[in-house]
């Protein structure tokens, strides 16, 4: 079995999710030309879970051609992706500071879902092996100053739904239903489980 894995991710919480769990990884990240940001464009009429579910699988297979072409060691490769979802309107990541206002006005005292579907390819070949992980978080009313601060502070940006569960918007949220490390944007559950069909001990 291999004693690592690639990920193809740049968030620094999942890695720091991996570490968490013991799993030692190397970062596959896109090319220069390549243009990952891309694949979260959404399709008309698409739902947010058919949209995760999509993305992630774009995310895989577009790290396993990133690994062939640079001639890289073959390991299995993990990738995930996170969408918020308020109805069936997707909250992505917010273009500028209006958007992300905007996004945050709309969550303020309402009740949305947070989606992380997570893939593991591995390295002899076959389609990637995918689970999703569904959570729902219910902010708190946020005021105006309160969101606008948020905002000044750079924070929403880079991040569905215009908030991090493990920042100052912690602060705003009465409930959660599901996973914790799924709202940061890697399920634990989910990945470990993953990895223990693959042949990890976890």
Same mark, same amino acid.
């Given at each position: ?7 193809a ?12 769990i ?14 990952a ?21 774009a995310k ?18 993990l990738?995930?992706d ?9 909250? /992505?990541k917010? $273009?500028?500071?209006g958007e #992300?206002?905007?996004?945050? =006005?709309?969550? !303020? &005292?309402?009740?949305?879902?947070? *989606? ?44 569905? /739904?215009?908030? $991090?569960?493990?920042?100052? #918007?912690?602060?705003?949220? =009465?409930?959660? !239903? &599901?996973?914790?490390?799924?709202? *940061?944007g ?17």
């Open positions: 079995m291999t004693p690592w894995i690639y990920l991710s740049q968030s620094p919480r999942r890695r720091q999710l991996l570490d968490q013991g799993v030692r990884h190397e970062l596959l990240l896109p090319d220069e030309g390549e243009d940001e891309a694949l979260e464009a959404v399709w008309p009429g698409e739902a947010p879970l058919s949209y995760v579910q999509r993305v992630t699988r895989v297979e577009a790290a396993r051609d990133r690994l062939v072409r640079r001639g890289l060691a073959p390991a299995p490769i990738c995930a996170t969408t918020v979802a308020l109805g069936e309107r997707i909250l /992505g917010p $273009a500028d500071a #992300a206002r905007e996004m945050l =006005e709309a969550l !303020s &005292g309402r009740e949305h879902r947070v *989606m992380t579907a997570v893939a593991l390819a591995r390295p002899e070949g076959g389609l990637p092996v995918l689970r999703v992980s569904l959570s729902t978080v219910r902010f708190a009313p946020i005021g105006s100053e309160r969101i606008a601060a948020y905002v000044d502070s750079g924070e929403p940006m880079g991040k569905a /739904g215009a908030y $991090a569960i493990q920042s100052g #918007a912690a602060t705003w949220v =009465e409930y959660i !239903s &599901g996973s914790y490390s799924g709202i *940061m890697l399920p634990l559950f989910e990945t470990a489980g993953l990895l223990r069909e693959a042949g990890w001990s976890i």
